[in-house]
């Protein structure tokens, strides 16, 4: 079992949906980290929280320590979403190395 | 300012060729990771360097794999004697600083090389 576990693997939506996907850990983190693949394979961090709720335009990232459970919203989905969401975590004895979900593929249909 | 430059961004080898990977970090950034996705697969850690140092190296393979991040110059990952297995997007990230008390920094992304074992 992955010590990262992302759903769904696959996402469709139509333009305007919220969407979530989640993401469950099952290690001790020191730190989460929400990352956007785009179609042409660039990396973009979006966010890195160890508690509670951050919020970056219509992306909203929730983090809950004690069920080792996050959540990524997107709020009025846009079909420039469509990308694939990797969620990825400091190990609370790994320092500074990310350990990576699968990534979920999100399409947000027009 | 920059971001994470990573050259070249594709890059083919022959079946036991050497393949060098280059990684130029953000200005004032001294931490260097590398991390490699297969074909249809998550990312996976292979290293994490500072200058000069390598700090963790646990993701890289016992052999054929270095990776170096000299005082003045870019990062390097270099694979020996390539094999079909090798082929991969290696990406590489930086960030400006880890806090000992685990308050971690963001790791800004390159935009990856591509290598192609034939």
């Known amino acids: 079992k992955n010590e990262v576990e992302q759903s769904p693997q696959n996402l469709t939506a139509q333009e305007g949906e919220f969407i979530t996907i989640n993401c469950s850990y099952s290690?001790?983190?020191?730190?989460l980290h929400w990352l956007q693949q785009h179609p042409g394979g660039g990396i973009v961090s979006l966010f890195m929280l160890s508690s509670g709720k951050k919020k970056h335009g219509r992306l909203i990232a929730t983090i809950n320590i004690q069920e080792k459970h996050s959540s990524l919203h997107i709020t009025a989905s846009h079909p420039r979403d469509s990308a694939v969401y990797i969620c990825?975590?400091?190990?609370?004895?790994?320092?500074?190395?990310?350990?990576f979900g699968e990534g979920t593929q999100l399409t947000v249909n027009p | 300012n920059a971001g994470v430059m990573q050259n070249p961004r594709h890059l083919v080898r022959r079946r036991g060729q050497e393949a060098r990977l280059r990684c130029s970090p953000m200005?004032?950034?001294?931490?260097v990771y590398w991390y490699r996705q297969l074909p249809e697969e998550g990312l996976k850690f292979m290293v994490y360097?500072?200058?000069?140092?390598?700090?963790?190296e646990s993701g890289m393979p016992k052999e054929r794999f270095s990776a170096e991040f000299p005082k003045e110059g870019p990062s390097i990952l270099r694979i020996q004697q390539v094999v079909r297995g090798d082929s991969a997007a290696y990406f590489c990230?930086?960030?400006?600083?880890?806090?000992?008390?685990?308050?971690?920094?963001?790791?800004?992304f390159g935009p990856g090389t591509r290598l192609t074992v034939l």
């Open positions: 990230a930086s960030s400006p600083l880890m806090d000992r008390r685990h308050l971690l920094d963001t790791q800004y």
């Open positions: 290690v001790g983190i020191s730190a």
């Open positions: 200005k004032g950034h001294s931490h």
């Open positions: 990825a975590v400091n190990g609370e004895t790994s320092g500074s190395r990310l350990t």
């Open positions: 360097l500072q200058k000069e140092n390598i700090i963790d």
